[in-house]
């Protein structure tokens, strides 16, 4: 990847790299792959070593638009995520090498710069490549926002001249790393495939349509059809605000690829993210919530802040309601009283639906793993063969049985699982249980 010249654009270069690490197998974050393209800049044409590269923190701030105090030691933490990750390198004759890209960093606070090295096995695919290359311009990459529409973006630029590029499921899946997620086909081409076109469409000087071939009954190979696209010269990088926000979510503990789901795959509303965030540190500190992470995940998942229609317009029915009025009967407020629980129950049993449904469709084969020994437990053996086909568990059945509920009650956090606690916590409605209905709490 060297740097050949500019475009019109001060802030752009062209990278160059070898079509063996553009088909490669790694899975970086896309700021950990914007660090190798920010570091890339600084190869000159006609270099055939390494040397020690710099990335001035604030010059990584702009070039990114990121933005925050903790910047600093937010990138000692993304670099040694990044130094940790093995490149799979595989050739023409089958030949496979493994090595980290970066084997050195050294954060210089004063300063505010990083020193980088690049392993000296990167040198054949990064310097003075004569064959066997692809060249892009770094702002295409840069303004996107999700590691798999860039190596996408990579894959089909090898591709452009011939305007078609055709390869196999699986393959495309073991590039990214992508085996044992997103294993439903219908859910990998939204998550991967279709994103990428969008986000091409949107950003880069080339986009694609595709179509899809089967072996049997399963889609097992894609034909992308690659076309040109005239690109704004000034193309988008990263928002400013959502730079910062990812910054805040990390500083909460949750991890990068939740990350990237709830801001770059779901594009949760930021104003929202922040308001969680504020009450998961308010919670925190007056010793209400003890893991802030996972209380901070249960909020985003489940919407917490957006409250129902049903339950605004009671709250202004309320707001609203003037002395004046005459003081309903009780057999009127005990009918509203429960046609207002009625409504809750139909809006939580609405949330599980959604939770159950996003769980199993990040499913891996050993969650699937654990809910076949779950289910092995003599409880629940008048369960079983409702889920079972010839034998064994089939999981179109499995993903809609009252045992998948139970197996993902285990993985909720009360408040989600008990209706109650739901109703309290979300909307601020005390209940509680006689027999098998729920009751307004009296003051």
Known sequence: MSVKGKTNSANSSLIVKSNYLVNARYSYTPLEMKIVYLMVRQIKPGDDVF????????????????????????MVKVLKRLMSK????????????????????????????????????????????????????????????????????????????????????????????????YESYNLFKRKVIEKARKDLDKHCDIGFTYQEFKTGRKITSIEFYIHKRRVKEDTPKIDEQTGTLELELLDMGITQAQVNKYLYDEKKDEK??????????RRYEIGKVKNPAAYLVHLIETDASVKPKFVKEEEQKKATKSKSEKPVSKVQDEKRQAQLIDKLLTAFKAVRKQYIKEQIAEFTEKDWEDF????????????VSKVRKNGEVNRKLAETSVLMTIFLSNRTLPEQDHFMDWAHKEHGYQLEAIGDDFVFKQA
């Open 51 to 74: 040397t020690t590269y710099h990335l001035n923190i604030r010059e990584f701030q702009r070039d990114c638009n990121l933005s925050g105090n903790s910047l600093h030691e937010y």
């Open 86 to 181: 093995v490149i799979e390198v595989r050739d023409e004759n089958n030949n496979v090498e493994l090595f980290p890209l970066i084997t050195y960093s050294k954060h210089r606070s004063q300063e505010g710069t990083i020193a980088l090295t690049f392993v000296p096995q990167m040198q054949p695919h990064l310097l003075d490549l004569k064959e066997r290359f692809t060249s892009f311009y770094d702002a295409n990459v840069l303004a996107l926002n999700s590691q798999y529409s860039m190596r996408i973006y990579e894959m089909l630029k090898q591709y452009e001249t011939i305007g078609k590029r055709k390869i196999t499921v699986d393959n495309m899946r073991h590039m990214l790393m992508l085996e044992n997620k």
């Open 272 to 281: 929202l993210l922040r308001e969680l965030i504020d009450e998961t540190k």
């Open 372 to 383: 076949g020994n779950m289910i092995t437990d003599s409880k629940y053996a008048s369960l």
